[in-house]
């Protein structure tokens, strides 16, 4: 999402360091990319098509829709997941992606317009059809979820999950480890919070939507470095990053928790792929699942409006 503009950088780094840095992720081991039509909106994915068109047989692509686009036959702004939308919106992100099929693809957000059967139906019209291979939600409630596994599998579920904010843990994890279904954690490191680049004077452009966030504000922002502090320590002892700390707590929650850190930056991009490779001894194990049990991080993560886009019930079937 950052290469086409994100955290207050509206450009993004050049077309031609995003393809670099892409395709150095390919060289470090990296084989599953994230993207989505609206980021962009569709820059992204004809970035993302561009740089795997030549290694697109050791990689794994999976891309969102769901939002509302000309291009996909309706009027642009909001939600839309209605089934010709999806069919038209799957075609363009192909063509744009250089690929004769998506591996992965998400409905983004939860249309509350349309029931989540119908959505799930489209779906494996699309897998039969060839032009998709596995079906994924994003920020989708628990009950959501069951209703859509139960027309078509879910392969796995996209959300929000980090040492920082935990609130799926209550609801949706336990229904994803019921079905056998995959959870993709988003914002992995806390959008940028986890990685111990932000203190309390930190200050953040106009544009940048974490200036408006809650949790990142005042006494909150201050409140919430106490996380960061406990990093900072096993860091030290370890010669680990905060970041690097940060995902390795993900990785040892569940084997199908398959986080997705995004960056922008070389030196970043080789620091969180190095997290695999973290060994702790299991004291500090203890002492990171502690900080993230015993913290109470303060404040909500998103702005109010953009909030209440997430984790949302779809409407039930017209009887």
């Known amino acids: 999402m950052s ?85 038209r919106a799957v075609d363009n992100s192909l063509a744009r992606l250089r690929t004769d099929h998506i591996d992965l693809y998400y409905q983004h957000r939860v249309d509350p317009e349309v029931p989540i059967e119908d959505v799930a139906g489209t779906v494996k019209e699309l897998v039969d059809a060839g032009k998709v291979s596995h079906f994924g939600l994003s920020e989708a409630a628990a009950a959501t979820v069951r209703r859509a596994h139960a027309v078509y599998p879910v392969a796995a579920v996209q959300s929000e999950y980090s040492m920082w904010w935990r609130e799926r843990e209550h609801d949706t994890i336990p229904v994803l480890a019921e079905l056998g279904i995959g959870l993709v954690p988003y914002s992995p490191l806390g959008k940028g919070f986890l990685t111990g680049s932000i203190d309390g004077t930190t200050t953040f452009a106009d544009s940048d939507f974490r200036g408006r966030t809650p949790r990142f504000q ?102």
């Not at 084989?31 to 820059?43: H, I, K, L, R």
């Not at 930056?265 to 620091?271: T, V």
């Open 218 to 319: 005042g006494e909150a922002l201050k409140a919430n470095l106490a996380l960061v502090d406990v990093l900072n320590k096993i860091a030290a002892e370890t010669g680990a990053t905060p970041a690097q700390l940060a995902l390795t707590w993900l990785l040892h929650q569940q084997p199908w928790i398959v986080p997705i850190p995004g960056t922008k930056r070389m030196p970043r991009l080789e620091e969180n792929v190095g997290a695999a490779a973290v060994e702790l001894s299991e004291a500090q194990l203890a002492e990171l699942r502690a900080a993230a049990d015993q913290i109470q991080i303060v404040g909500a993560r998103y702005p109010e409006a953009q909030d209440a886009m997430t984790n949302q019930d779809a409407p039930l079937p017209s009887e």
């Open 3 to 87: 290469l086409t503009g994100a955290y207050g950088n509206a450009g993004g780094p050049s077309r031609e360091d995003s393809i670099a840095l892409i395709r150095r992720a390919v060289d470090l081991g990296v084989t599953f990319f994230d993207t989505a039509e609206v980021y962009g909106p569709f820059a992204n994915e004809d970035i993302v098509g561009e740089a795997l068109e030549p290694v697109r047989d050791r990689v794994k692509i999976a891309t969102k829709f769901g939002f509302a686009f000309a291009e996909n036959g309706v009027e642009p702004g909001g939600l839309c997941s209605r089934p010709e939308s999806i069919r």
